[in-house]
């Protein structure tokens, strides 16, 4: 049952835990509910359960912000708290296995020390490039001489990357996510519909009618604030006007995939326009998304299976596999001379 080592998928939206025998032990929300800037009041899961619900007097938000790290104190709060919960599983200090992302300043690396080092007492922390750790989630042999293509569409980043011989080739993050996709689609309740909702509720519109490309018609029922009358109201809004709202953010994204294609030498282009790209990450589960982009782009596009744990699922072979190890690196390589 017990475990000296664990694996974390620090997201914007989610944290996940899980320990070597691939058992995901956490998977709460990365927020904290903070009553008059100093006392906190509740972590993670009951965190976003008050989120848009509270009093002036307490703020719900999460510590993280296009996929990096914004609020460090706060970070490191939620993650302790999140270990805890962790910690029945664990004997002794363990070796923690981490994702971080590859495209970071300095000041967003020496953010991640801070937490990581003051929050995880380990024996070891391993730190792991995420689109590594994405390409050996969906399978992709670290040995091969062949390009592999991925693209993960979390919530507050989109991270491409391609891979070839364990290196990463070229990869690009992306300050657009499912967060994004939510702010678009309030933007355009607003507009058209005359009525102010929350992230919440543009987040219940965006699962259940959002589509790119063609897609079925639909509608929902809503509640928000009239803009006209500032007074509660409702509005029944539509797949159409929901679509619409989505499609320039994922232009923007098939408009960076293909200016990777166009970066890579000619014997990696061709062996991406055989095998395609993987795509991966919670927004990708958008309806057509894949067909959309594969008509976008003009190369095969596949959705991972469980494409919100791929991250998670490749820091489970890193830890399990002892070869994988040589994709890992420590907490003073993330920040060389940042110290």
């Not at 293909?258 to 991406?272: N, S, V």
């Amino acid at each position: 049952m017990f475990s000296n080592t664990l694996g974390i998928d620090f997201g914007t939206d989610t944290i996940k835990i899980c320990d070597r025998k691939k058992r995901i032990t956490v998977c709460e929300k990365n927020m904290i509910a903070i009553r008059n800037d100093n006392r906190i009041i509740a972590i993670g899961d009951s965190a976003y359960d008050m989120f848009e619900k509270t009093p002036l007097d307490v703020k719900a938000s999460c510590p993280m912000k296009n996929g990096v790290i914004a609020e460090a104190r706060n970070a490191e709060i939620v993650l302790s708290y999140l270990l805890r919960k962790h910690k029945h599983f664990l004997t002794g200090k363990p070796v923690v296995y981490i994702a971080v992302p590859r495209d970071i300043s300095s000041v967003e690396k020496r953010a991640y020390y801070n937490v990581l080092n003051g929050t995880i007492h380990a024996k070891k922390i391993c730190l792991v490039d995420k689109g590594i750790a994405d390409n050996i989630g969906v399978g992709v042999s670290m040995t091969s001489p062949r390009a592999s293509m991925l693209v993960n569409i979390g919530a507050g980043t989109t991270e491409i990357s391609v891979v070839a011989g364990g290196k990463i080739l070229l990869s690009r993050t992306l300050p657009l996510g499912g967060n994004a996709l939510d702010q678009e689609v309030i933007k355009i309740v607003r507009r058209m519909f005359q009525l102010n909702i929350g992230t919440r509720t543009a987040v219940r519109l965006k699962n259940r009618l959002a589509y790119v490309g063609d897609g079925p018609a639909d509608s929902m029922d809503v509640y928000g604030i009239s803009t006209i009358s500032g007074l509660p109201d409702s509005a029944e809004i539509t797949s159409m006007a929901v679509s619409v709202a989505i499609t320039d953010t994922i232009d923007q994204i098939a408009g960076e995939i293909r200016g990777i294609l166009d970066r890579l030498p000619p014997q990696f282009y061709h062996d991406i326009m055989e095998a395609g790209l993987c795509l991966a990450g919670g927004s990708s589960l958008i309806c057509n998304l894949a067909d959309y982009l594969r008509n976008q782009v003009g190369i095969p596009i596949s959705i991972v299976k469980e494409p919100g744990l791929t991250t998670l699922r490749g820091i489970q072979q890193i830890m399990s596999v002892p070869e994988l190890s040589e994709y890992t690196y420590s907490l003073r390589d993330l920040t060389g001379s940042v110290i």
